[in-house]
């Protein structure tokens, strides 16, 4: 699975813009999301909040979350999960899943190869 | 009537006249002692369940709403099988045919009555009483009743200066009106406490705010239509515009005079419980055995225990003695102890110890090498040794100050009870029950529920939580004290940890504190400690904090933000307005509000639009999105009011630009009043200050939110300098000692205002300095976080959407 999709970015052409049929998205340099934080990323219409843990490890879900439609990245993240700054629901950075409620929030495939930053999986709205 | 208890398949029909704390506590008893063996059916002329009568001042207060008060709920009766009618009043009793009659008609007949109509207040004769505007105070109706028409009123007196009248007069202050207590008196609450106790006692609720009246007898109600005043016997007057009686109680006997029942002060009860007739029994204030009557729980719970024992058949043996009194209160945020009889005269050999400058008034009372007496004011930490050589009837000690402080020295506390000593004194609940219910893994609510220590007025609960402490083990839920929940420290240790170790970042707190578990809810709260400790020192990383904090704006349900710039004192000038405007129209504001806290707030401003947002106005941040000083609201004062007698603007303007940004536990709104008319609603801030004739009155601890609380006052001063100095010294103090996200009200209930003024006011512990210093460190240390917008912390602070 994991080398199916490395398989894929290598097949990119070009890191900033959307590239390969199977839909890997390149977001650019992972430096554009400061450390322990997250941020919204637009590609054309789609979007989706993408974290990056203070040990370097990267997670993408949904924008907005499930609950009133909250910034998700811009949630403190810690324990693996991240806190809506609107209401506090908390959402698991791995798969998106509540943490202590019932909603769950999409979670996208997100690498980091080389400085750059990787997704796939984002639906057209 | 024979074939009517043949079809309730034999059961003997109990009636209880009564719906008060003693009738409540009689059928608990002896549905406990005998279930299912009585079809109970409790008449009570109030149209509530029965309630917790000690609390009525907290309901009057509206600090506690009447529902919270009740004792039983109605599941409670229906298992229990009893019928509670509540608004029946009981007309008359026949004895001849066991029947009581209903007002307004209807009947019940009975096989046993026991009759708890408590008491009625006394009401002294006094001319025009019924003018409207004049209550007692006993029931829930009549605190209902005073709170409305205190609404339309500045000013109330109470008649009575016992402990019924100081309840009456803590709950109306917190009505705002100004309260004088009317006393026959030379000193308050002379039944528990001396001339110089009782002294000691109206100097610190004066210094609340309570004013006294002592040797005055009421005459007469001034005022037709409404009350306009009082005129007491010694030809003097007080303008006034309602008027509380308090002046105690006198058993309610009237049914049992009528039915012919031997009555004197009170009904008259053997040692059962019994009357006259041997099947009607009576229980709590309307009883008198042995010549006295009760007016205190301790007392009836005790006899309801009697009457139950004996009417169940579960104890025919049982019976009552009387009882030793001994009262624990809380006096508006006096500890008060009132054990026995504390008077002297021959034969009795007193012991008194005395603080004044503390409030603290100590003296025992020792008679035939008995304790005969007790009085402890203002600190009451070996009351728990006192109370129970009282009640244990042990012989005093030979050097008897060793039951005020211990022969080792050392304080007193539930410790160094006997196990049988009962640790809550209204339930009589002994300590050894409550150790094995602790030992058995109970916390304070369960322990409470179970024994019903503490239940009662609440006083005991110290000692209970100190039991839990040392009984409790693993029991105890020690998260309870952490700072943050992540890391397992109290907010001194956890400080005390982070200095030593020099951690100035919160991963590194999370790592060697916090067992690497980095809870997210946990870290802004390290964030703001760690800023607090270090200052300029503090390594920070941006992830701690909240949205808000990262981007210096308040974040919006559509996940812009809100621009609210400084307006000091709320004084503002058509240059600041002009540039607003223009800001606004820039930028596409989608609101412009002018703020509770007289400021403008943008709204709907766009992450990426702060820095120009910031820039163009030209104003620094109003930190109206964190945990800091927000803002202070005044209003126009002696420039310009005719009523000022203080400039508040200029003071409320220097109170802004001194501690602007100071970062605190939660957000501080602060105010200032020209004048006691108070329109900056200075009582209503976490710091109000109100200008009166030579000085400033400072106020803390206050709130309009979610919660209303008054605020109180902590110092009047003379000089401005003085009112920043003891403002700047709260701040710090609150900054210090606070839990994160604890609001100032909260934090003052907890340390409570004596405590505060004895560290802030009279330094008592030789902190203020330090205090002092270490405010004006912080705002020296003073940067808009506005500048941001020019130097950004990293490149992406201000970016929120990312174009791939």
């Not at chain 1, 909250?70 to 991240?82: E, N």
């Not at chain 2, 006295?292 to 169940?312: K, M, N």
């Not at chain 2, 943008?602 to 639009?609: A, P, Y």
Request: with cysteine.
């Amino acid at each position: 699975m994991r080398s199916d999709w490395m398989r894929e970015c290598a097949m990119e052409t070009d890191n900033h813009t959307v590239s390969s049929n199977s839909g890997a998205i390149a977001l650019g340099p992972v430096g554009r999301i400061p450390p322990g934080e997250g941020r919204c990323f637009k590609i054309g219409a789609r979007q989706a909040a993408v974290f990056r843990q203070r040990d370097g490890a990267v997670f993408a879900l949904q924008a907005r979350c499930p609950h009133q439609g909250g910034p998700l990245a811009d949630g403190l993240i810690g324990a693996g999960a991240v806190v809506c700054p609107l209401h506090g629901r908390r959402f698991r950075l791995s798969d998106g899943a509540g943490v202590d409620n019932e909603l769950a929030a999409r979670s996208y495939p997100v690498e980091v190869r080389g400085a750059t930053i990787f997704i796939r999986g984002l639906e057209q709205p | 009537m024979m074939a009517e208890n043949m079809i309730n398949g034999g059961k003997e029909k109990l009636v209880v006249i009564g719906t008060g704390m003693a009738a409540g506590r009689a059928v608990e008893e002896i549905t406990n002692r005998a279930p299912g063996r009585f079809e109970i059916a409790m008449y009570g002329a109030e149209p509530h369940t029965i309630y917790n009568r000690i609390l009525l001042s907290e309901v009057l207060a509206g600090t506690k709403s009447p529902e919270s008060v009740f004792l039983y709920s109605t599941q409670w009766f229906e298992r229990r099988g009893v019928t509670l009618a509540s608004g029946a009043r009981v007309e008359a009793i026949d004895r001849a045919q066991k029947t009581i009659a209903l007002e307004g008609g209807g009947q019940a007949s009975y096989n046993k009555l026991i009759i708890a109509t408590g008491s009625l207040p006394m009401v002294p004769p006094i001319e025009n009483i019924n003018t409207p505007g004049v209550f007692v105070f006993r029931t829930i109706n009549d605190c209902q009743l005073i709170a409305a028409y205190a609404r339309r009123c500045r000013r109330a007196a109470v008649v009575g200066g016992g402990l019924l009248g100081i309840e009456a007069a803590r709950g109306l202050l917190e009505h705002g009106l100004e309260i004088t207590v009317v006393e026959v008196m030379p000193y308050p609450m002379a039944q528990q406490l001396d001339p110089e106790s009782g002294a000691m006692l109206a100097r610190r609720l004066e210094s609340i705010g309570l004013k006294f009246l002592f040797e005055k007898a009421t005459q007469r109600v001034l005022g037709s239509g409404r009350v306009r005043g009082l005129r007491f016997k010694d030809d003097t007057a007080i303008d006034t515009d309602m008027v509380v009686i308090s002046c105690g109680i006198r058993p309610n006997v009237r049914l049992a005079v009528d039915a012919g029942l031997a009555v004197e002060r009170g009904i008259v009860c053997d040692d059962r419980l019994l009357t006259s007739d041997p099947d009607i029994y009576s229980v709590g204030e309307c009883v008198e055995h042995r010549g006295r009557t009760y007016g205190l729980v301790a007392p009836l719970f005790e006899q309801a225990r009697v009457l139950a024992d004996h009417i169940t058949g579960a104890n025919p043996e049982a019976a009552y003695g009387g009882s030793r009194i001994s009262t624990r209160l809380k006096v508006m945020g006096v500890d008060l102890v009132s054990v026995g009889d504390a008077r002297e005269g021959p034969g009795a050999v007193v012991t008194r110890y005395a603080e004044p400058h503390r409030g603290v008034y100590k003296k025992l009372v020792v008679r035939g090498g008995k304790l005969a007496g007790a009085i402890l004011l203002g600190e009451v930490d070996c009351a728990a040794a006192v109370i129970a050589a009282y009640e244990n009837d042990a012989a005093a000690p030979p050097r008897h100050a060793d039951l005020l402080f211990g022969a080792g020295g050392g304080a007193d506390t539930a410790d160094a009870l006997p196990m049988e000593a009962a640790v809550c004194t209204c339930h009589q609940v002994s300590k050894r029950v409550v150790v094995e219910r602790i030992a058995a893994g109970c916390k304070l609510p369960q322990l409470c529920a179970e024994t019903r220590a503490g239940t009662g007025c609440g006083g005991c609960r110290p000692q209970l939580e100190a039991l839990i402490a040392k009984y409790g083990g693993a029991g105890r839920d020690p998260a309870a004290d952490y700072y943050v929940k992540s890391v397992p420290l109290a907010k001194p240790e956890l400080i005390a940890e982070i200095r030593r170790r020099g951690l100035r970042s919160v991963s590194a707190v999370i790592r060697e504190l916090g067992g690497g578990l980095d809870d997210p809810a946990s870290k802004p709260g390290l964030a703001s400690l760690l800023r607090t400790v270090w200052r300029d020192r503090y390594e920070d990383e941006r992830d701690a904090r909240f949205i808000n904090d990262r981007v210096h704006a308040n974040i919006q349900n559509d996940g812009t933000f809100s621009v609210v710039p400084r307006i000091y004192g709320g004084v503002t000038s058509p240059g600041q307005l002009r540039r607003i405007a223009e800001v606004a129209e820039k930028y596409g504001v989608r609101m412009v509000k002018i703020t509770g806290g007289q400021r403008i707030d943008l709204l709907g401003v766009k992450r990426e639009d702060l820095p120009a947002v910031w820039r163009d106005l030209g104003m620094p941040s109003g930190h109206a999105y964190t945990k800091a000083l927000r803002t202070c609201k005044t209003c126009v004062g002696q420039e310009f009011c005719r009523y000022g007698v203080g400039d508040s603007t200029a003071l409320g303007i220097a109170i802004e630009r001194r501690f602007q940004g100071v970062e605190t536990p939660h957000k501080m709104k602060l105010a200032v009043s020209g004048c006691a008319r108070n329109c900056a609603e200075s009582t209503v801030k976490d710091v109000g200050v109100v200008a009166v004739p030579g000085g400033w009155q400072i106020h803390v601890g206050g709130a309009a939110g979610l919660r209303v609380r008054a605020a109180d006052l902590l110092a009047t001063v003379s000089t401005q300098e003085e009112a920043l100095t003891i403002i700047g010294r709260f701040i710090q103090y609150y900054r210090e000692n606070a839990r994160y996200a604890e609001r100032s009200p909260a934090f003052v209930e907890r340390i409570g205002i004596q405590r505060l003024r004895a560290l802030l006011i009279e330094d008592c512990e030789g902190q203020a300095q330090r205090l002092d210093r270490e405010i004006q460190a912080e705002i020296e240390n003073y940067r808009d976080p506005w500048t941001e917008g020019r130097q950004p912390h990293d490149p992406m602070q201000f970016r929120g959407e990312v174009q791939a």
